[in-house]
């Protein structure tokens, strides 16, 4: 996949990743299902890669996520536990 613009470009600890980075994703409300939040394996970090395909190995989980009060569905899917692979 490929990683959703971050805050910061250096020590992540979480991100998001996406399928691509065509419409689907880039633009105005993502679809809950074309993101996968990853947390990063404990006492490992990763950078900001821009614009290009990587893999990443980790738990993966079905995983709704709401805000308190909020019927909207922000996210489907998350990696824990993971480390990024790059191409």
């Excluded at 992540?12 to 880039?26: A, H, N, T």
Aim: proline content about 7%; charged content about 25%.
């Amino acid at each position: 996949g490929f990683m959703y613009p971050a805050f910061q470009e250096t020590g992540l600890k979480s991100f998001v990743v996406v399928r691509d980075i065509q419409e689907c994703c880039f633009g105005p409300n993502p679809k809950p299902y074309d993101l996968i939040q990853v947390i990063m394996r404990k006492g490992e970090t990763t950078d900001y890669i821009q614009s290009l395909p990587f893999d990443v190995e980790g738990v993966f989980h079905i995983k709704i996520e709401k805000f308190d009060g909020d019927p909207k569905v922000y996210g489907v899917y998350m990696i824990d536990d993971a480390l990024v692979i790059q191409k």
